[in-house]
């Protein structure tokens, strides 16, 4: 079993950055790709980047060049540097473990979400 915990949300005004962290626990995620995905109210959960074990990444074009994945391994921790944040930024952001996708479903296990708001 994995468990992931994400921190690190919170409230910022526009063009301000934050940074969020998952915590990967239960078993080390080297098997398996990381992800970050957000859903705002009433909208699909949305993919915005991936990590696998070797330190591939790939960024959706939304976020490309203001978002960044990374991980430490050590530490079993994966995070989203976020710069430059819009007001349209504001959703719940949610970290998963599983297959190399860009779907919801290529994902086995989720964090239980850490909120971020952007204010203009």
């Known amino acids: 079993q994995v468990r992931l915990v994400e921190s690190g949300g919170g409230l910022v005004q526009a063009g301000g950055s934050l940074r969020l962290s998952c915590a990967v626990s239960?078993?080390?995620?080297?098997?398996?790709?990381m992800a970050w995905f957000r859903q705002a109210p009433g909208k699909d959960r949305e993919f915005l980047a991936r990590i696998n074990w070797g330190g591939g990444r790939f960024h959706a074009d939304s976020v490309k060049g203001r978002f960044t994945i990374s991980s430490d391994n050590p530490k079993n921790t994966v995070y989203l540097q976020m710069n430059s944040l819009k007001p349209e930024d504001t959703a719940v952001y949610y970290c998963?473990?599983?297959?190399?996708?860009?779907?919801?479903?290529?994902?086995?296990?989720w964090g239980q979400g850490t909120q971020v708001t952007v204010s203009s």
């Open positions: 239960g078993r080390t995620f080297s098997p398996y790709n």
């Open positions: 998963a473990a599983g297959s190399w996708g860009a779907a919801p479903r290529d994902y086995d296990y």
